[in-house]
């Protein structure tokens, strides 16, 4: 079965600075994909960046980008130039796309905080 | 476009009674998912629906059940409730073949 371990519980950055959340997994698979949801006090789930495994170039949107380490199973996600709206539990999550089925397996989250 | 539409936003139950949660998707999405977000944790799948079927099911038991509606809008169903049963419940729907989902609100039960 596959896991998702977030080890850092909590983080916080001052605005403008650079932070990295880490994310680590567990699976067997070859092919899949990996996502970073952020989830503000609001509780909706945004999608913040999706990586596919079989792409080797680590995927970027604007202020995020991820780095992709496959044989280490590792999937950290950078924020750039933090801003206070950034605030918000950020999720990693796996997800095997099997045919009829695309279920998401989350990690525990890490609240960032960003200071003014 | 509305986006993944849940209600009620929050819900206090009392313990052995029985709650319906309703969750509309996103405009030209036909695949709902429901997760349960315990405090402090990451959302844990329940089950999926496609088609007014059941394709998927996560390690919950018999107490949880759905429903998918032919307009694609789903319910879930928790029967006998325990108060370990209070969680975040989140509603996600997609096209079916895409991997990215967008999600609700969530609906906050509280089992007293």
């Known amino acids: 079965a596959q896991t998702v371990t977030q080890s850092q519980p909590e983080m916080s950055v001052q605005e403008a600075e650079t932070v990295t959340l880490s994310c680590t997994y567990d699976t067997s698979e070859n092919n899949y994909y990996l996502f970073w949801y952020k989830q503000p006090p609001s509780r909706q789930m945004i999608l913040v960046i999706r990586q596919e495994a079989y792409k080797q170039q680590n995927a970027t949107e604007n202020r995020f980008s991820v780095n992709f380490q496959k044989a280490a199973k590792s999937f950290s996600l950078k924020i750039s130039d933090s801003q206070l709206g950034d605030t918000a539990m950020y999720f990693c999550?796996?997800?095997?796309?099997?045919?009829?089925?695309?279920?998401?397996?989350f990690g525990t989250g890490t609240r960032l905080k960003v200071l003014a | 476009d509305a986006g993944v539409t849940q209600s009620p936003t929050h819900l206090i139950k009392t313990r052995g009674q029985q709650v319906t949660l309703r969750c509309s998707p996103k405009s030209g999405h036909d695949t709902v998912s429901w997760y349960q977000q315990a405090l402090g944790q990451g959302p844990q799948f329940i089950f999926q629906?496609?088609?007014?079927?059941?394709?998927q099911r996560g390690n919950f038991p018999d107490r949880f059940s759905g429903h998918q509606f032919p307009n694609y809008s789903s319910e879930l169903n928790v029967n006998a409730l325990l108060l370990g049963d209070s969680a975040l419940y989140l509603c996600a729907s997609n096209r079916d073949t895409n991997t990215e989902a967008f999600f609700g609100q969530g609906t906050r039960l509280t089992v007293v």
């Open positions: 999550a796996f997800m095997k796309p099997l045919p009829g089925t695309y279920k998401y397996i």
């Open positions: 629906y496609y088609e007014e079927e059941e394709r």
